[in-house]
Nanobody, 121 residues
């Protein structure tokens, strides 16, 4: 079992930045690929970014060049640095742990409770 707790969400103006963090506890964090997903009201949960055990990463086209995912296996944390935020980035952001770095939610075994990000225009 892996427990995930997100933090760092909030309200920011368009063009601003936020840094989300996800703290993991339980089984060996370094064994898992980690992903960030988001869900806006009335929409399906969508992939944002993922990072594998060795630090390789992948991004959704909508955030590539603006967001950066990173992990610290010594501290059992994964972060999402979000720059140049847009109103369409507004959503609840979820951290997830899985066995492989993929962009499909159903392949992730553990999820955090989510943190709200709101970008005002």
């Amino acid at each position: 079992q892996v427990q995930l707790v997100e933090s760092g969400g909030g309200l920011v103006q368009a063009g601003g930045s936020l840094r989300l963090s996800c703290a993991a506890s339980g089984r060996t964090f370094s064994n898992y690929a980690m992903g960030w997903f988001r869900q806006a009201p009335g929409k399906e949960r969508e992939f944002v970014a993922a990072i594998n055990r060795n630090g390789g990463s992948t991004y959704a086209d909508s955030v590539r060049g603006r967001f950066t995912i990173s992990r610290d296996n010594a501290k059992n944390t994964v972060a999402l640095q979000m720059n140049s935020l847009k109103p369409e980035d507004t959503a609840v952001y979820y951290c997830a742990a899985g066995r492989t770095m993929v962009n499909t939610p159903r392949y992730y075994d553990y999820w955090g409770q989510g943190t709200q990000v709101t970008v005002s225009s």
